[in-house]
Each structure stands twice: as structure tokens, then as C-alpha cells.
Nanobody
Framework: QVQLVESGGGLVQPGGSLRLSCQASIIFFSAYAVGWYRQPPGKQRELVAS???????NYADSVKGRFTISRDNAKKMGYLQMNRLKPEDKAVYYCKLFNAGRQDFWGQGTQVTVSS
């Protein structure tokens, strides 16, 4: 059974930083793209950043220049470095593995709160 476990969320002041991690228990991790999504309170889930199996990266406009996505295939880990956090970044953040033609996998989410 595939599991994704996110960690690294928490409470941070505006302007602060957090690093989210996603540990995957899947054999062919390198065959999947890694995506980070977030769901703010009362809103729909949205894509924050993604990194393909080949390393192509995309960011939502709202996080460009502040967030950095990365992956470590050897460790089967995905990361989201979040800098200069804003109150509007408050959300539950989810990790997702996806590959066309294969099942998607989601983590359970980790809460990020940005508040003074």
C-alpha cells in the first residue's frame, strides 16, 4: 500500500520560512511527478508547485519567487521550501504523486499557519 506522509507544517510569523517534506513509500518514486497542493480555509484545493520526473518545475503565480520545490529520488522524498510566508499562505498543504495512466496518490496533509 502506497503512503505519502507530509511533515514540516506549523505556525510561523509573516516573513518566516518553513520546509515541508513528503516521504513516499512507493517502489517507482522516480516515475512520478510530485505536486504540492494547498487548501485554504473555506476554499478549494489548488496546485502550488509541481516537479516532473524529469525535473521540470512549475509554480503558481502566487508563490513564484518565494517557494522552491525539489525532490530526492534516492530518498523518495519531495520538498517544498517556503520563504517570505504571508498570512494568505495559510492552508492545509498536501503532497501528491501523479503520472498519466497511473493512479494518483495523496498524503494526509499538514497545516501551515502564518500569523503574528
Amino acid at each position: 500500500q502506497v503512503q505519502l506522509v507530509e511533515s514540516g507544517g506549523g505556525l510561523v510569523q509573516p516573513g518566516g520560512s518553513l520546509r515541508l517534506s513528503c516521504q513516499a513509500s512507493i517502489i517507482f518514486f522516480s516515475a512520478y511527478a510530485v505536486g504540492w497542493y494547498r487548501q485554504p480555509p473555506g476554499k478549494q484545493r489548488e496546485l502550488v508547485a509541481s516537479i516532473s520526473k524529469d525535473g521540470t518545475i512549475n509554480y503558481a503565480d502566487s508563490v513564484k519567487g518565494r517557494f522552491t520545490i525539489s525532490r530526492d529520488n534516492a530518498k523518495k522524498m519531495g520538498y517544498l521550501q517556503m520563504n517570505r510566508l504571508k498570512p494568505e499562505d495559510k492552508a492545509v498543504y498536501y503532497c501528491k504523486l501523479f503520472n498519466a495512466g497511473r493512479q494518483d496518490f495523496w498524503g494526509q496533509g499538514t497545516q501551515v499557519t502564518v500569523s503574528s
